[in-house]
């Protein structure tokens, strides 16, 4: 069955930097759309990047452009986000998720939290 399972995440002082990633098993990993999404306490899931399937082409919500990198290895099954800058208000669970058609995400993590301090 598919799984997704992320790592990477901890405890970083603002300023800091953190990889996340997400290794992927159980389907054909370079036909579907890889994304990252957060969701914070209190606070809905929201989206913070996506990823083609070949990797050619990436997408960032506003408050990460600049400082986050979405990437995958089609070689190893695994998508990455590379987070630089980190302010406190990063502080989130990340899910990785993927999906055969654009914007529909099919399958999700389990989470990574991420907890940046000042």
């Known amino acids: 069955q598919v799984q997704l399972v992320e790592s990477g995440g901890g405890l970083v002082q603002a300023g800091g930097s953190l990889r996340l990633s997400c290794a992927a098993s159980?389907?054909?990993?370079?036909?579907?759309?890889m994304a990252w999404f957060r969701q914070a306490p209190g606070k809905e899931r929201e989206f913070v990047a996506r990823i083609t399937q070949t990797g050619g082409r990436a997408a960032y919500a506003d408050f990460v452009k600049g400082r986050f990198t979405i990437s995958r290895d089609n070689a190893k099954n695994t998508a990455y986000l590379e987070m630089n800058s980190l302010k406190c208000e990063d502080t989130a669970v990340y899910y990785c998720a993927t999906g055969f058609d654009f914007g529909k995400y099919d399958y999700w993590g389990q989470g990574t939290q991420v907890t940046v301090s000042s």
């Open positions: 159980g389907y054909t990993f370079s036909r579907y759309y």
